[in-house]
């Protein structure tokens, strides 16, 4: 099976911060990684799909990049409403999530 | 609007069952793969079960595998899960959701809580 690695596992940042998540597969996932936002007492919301594919609907502070196994999401410019844990997907697998706080 | 609408859950004691269902609405059920995905409380998301559009082919995540059995009725736009020999560790809010190429979970309900304990 393949294993999905999330770094940190939780990130302080400000208002206005531009922050990286990563995310790393045990083996080559070509661009099939997604990243979702969850909120608490929420379910999840795709964010991106693809690797770099920005879901309709989420603002474009929102970026993925990567492919084979190690990919990132950035925010570029963090918003009060961007405080949420982060998850990124392949097939099966989620990784075990990046909280970010304020 | 899409919606998908899980209900059936609750309290159980360990060895018992209890069975999901989640019903869709505002998009054409029929035409895609969906899934059960769970999340055990202030824990992270675990891929649970998945349907092919007519059914045909199911799979799950190992750790339920011949306990959890998961079915649809595209007739009424409808995804079950049945759950059988609980234990502690499935307790868990249960989330249907339905993917779209590269199994990308698009669409999600509000969830249903599963609580196994004596």
Redesign the interface.
């Known amino acids: 099976d393949i294993q999905m690695t999330q770094s940190p596992s939780s990130l302080s940042a400000s208002v206005g911060d531009r922050v990286t998540i990563t995310c790393r597969a045990s083996q080559s996932i070509d661009s ?1 990684l ?1 990243w ?1 936002q ?1 909120k608490p007492g929420k ?4 964010l991106i ?2 690797a770099s594919s920005l ?1 309709t609907g989420v603002p474009s502070r929102f970026s993925g990049s990567g492919s084979g196994t190690d990919f990132t999401l950035t925010i570029s410019s963090l918003q009060p409403e961007d405080f949420a844990t982060y ?1 990124c ?9 990046t909280k970010l706080e304020i | 609007e899409v919606q998908l609408v899980e209900s059936g859950g609750g309290l159980v004691q360990p060895g018992g069952s209890l069975r999901l269902s989640c019903t869709a609405s505002g998009f054409t059920f029929s035409n895609y793969w969906v899934s059960w995905v769970r999340q055990p409380p202030g824990k992270g998301l675990e891929w649970v079960a998945q349907i092919k559009q007519d059914g045909s082919e199911k799979y799950y995540v190992g750790s339920v595998r011949g306990r959890f059995t998961i079915s649809r009725d595209n007739a009424k736009n409808s995804l079950y899960l049945q759950m059988n020999s609980l234990r502690a560790e499935d307790t868990a809010m249960y989330y249907c959701a339905s993917e779209e190429t590269g199994t990308r979970f698009v669409y999600w309900g509000q969830g249903t809580l599963v609580t196994v304990s004596s």
Do not use: D, E, I, K
Not at chain 1, 43 to 46: C, E, V
Not at chain 1, 89 to 97: A, I, P, S, V
């Open positions: 099939y997604n979702y969850q379910a999840p919301n795709l799909y693809a879901q998850y997907q392949q097939r099966g697998t989620f990784g075990q999530g």
